[in-house]
Structure formats: C-alpha cells, structure tokens
C-alpha cells in the first residue's frame, strides 16, 4: 500500500512540471507581427498635375490602372504594406450640380461599408491655410477606414481613400492605419490648387 501511495504520489508531482521539449510543443496564443513603424517625412509630388501635395518618402507614386481611369488619377502606394491612398480628381468646371453629385458619390462609397463598419464618422478639417475639406473615418473590419475629399467649390475636387491589401483585421493593423492616415491629413494640409 506504502509503496502504491509513493506511486500515486510521484505521478501527481511529475503531471505539474512540462520538460523544455514538452514546453515548446504546446500550442501558443494567436500573435500579430510587430510593426516596423517609420519616422514620417515627406517630399513633394512631382510637376504635371492640376494640384500638388507632399506626399511620404515611404511611398511611390502610381498611375491608376483602372479602365476609366482619368488622366489624374493615381495611388499613393505603401510598398512596405501593400498600402495605398487612391486619389481620384474631377475637373468641377463652375459647375454646382457637378459638384453636388461628386460630394454625394464621395459619401455614398463611404456608405457601401456600412455592413462592415461600427461607426462611420464624417467632419469638415480647416485646413492651416483656411480651406475647408471632408474627412470620413470607418471604424471596424473595413477595405477602407479612411476616406476624404476636398475642393475649391467652382474648378476642383480630389477624393482619397486609404485602402490596405491584406487579410489581417483592423485592430492588428492600427498603427499602419494611424500612419497612412497621419500622411493623409498631411496631404489634405499641404494640397494646393493650380
């Protein structure tokens, strides 16, 4: 019996403690990769457009491919994240009711996430120069959480839209998110006409 109760009693004090092999088969916790975040800086965009801005280091100017892209349509693209800002610019041409119609397409592309998104929030930014523009934020598992669109109300309007190429959820990307859109505002700040 004395040797029976030694028995039981080893096993119990063995079951607690896991050998360094055991220790590392044992499944771990979901983990997100760390973010390799860098210091903003910025440069201007190149010559040629009806409109400049400064733009990232961090990102690449491209050509909008789409088939009905127009001339000065582009991305701002985040290599490092396949990231991107996509900028789309209509000529107002002093027309109001054109303007009115680019301003309720901006807010109905914001309001095709609706399924997916928490909180839709919308405000006017003044900028330092005194000039007004229209940023949306998407909160939740959204293609993009944040939108904006500005003009000059009789000649232009340039939409953006931040949109992330990747399968990971929203609040494992938040500091990504963060910096695209801190370049963003920074484009939105720094956006002149010609």
Known sequence: MRLFLLGFLLTLISCGKATEEE?????R??????????KHSYQSLEKGHPFSFEISRQAIVKK????????????????RWDAFIQLTYK???????????????SYVLASKHQMK?????D??????????????????EVATPFQFFATDSTTH??????????????????????????DALHLIQTLQWK
């Open 157 to 182: 309007f340039l939409r953006g839209a931040v949109y992330l190429n990747t399968a990971m959820k929203n609040d494992s990307l938040a500091p990504v998110i963060r910096y695209i859109k801190q």
């Open 91 to 105: 000529s107002v041409g002093g027309d109001r009711k054109r303007l009115d119609k680019m301003i309720r397409d």
């Open 29 to 38: 916790p979901k983990g997100y990769p760390a973010m390799d975040i860098p």
């Open 123 to 140: 405000a006017v930014l003044t900028t330092r120069d005194g000039r007004k523009a229209t940023i949306i934020e998407l909160e939740g």
């Open 117 to 121: 998104a928490n909180r839709i929030e």
């Open 64 to 79: 909008d491919s789409f088939a009905f892209a127009e001339p000065h349509w582009m991305y701002i693209y985040y290599p």
């Open 23 to 27: 220790k590392s088969a044992m499944p």
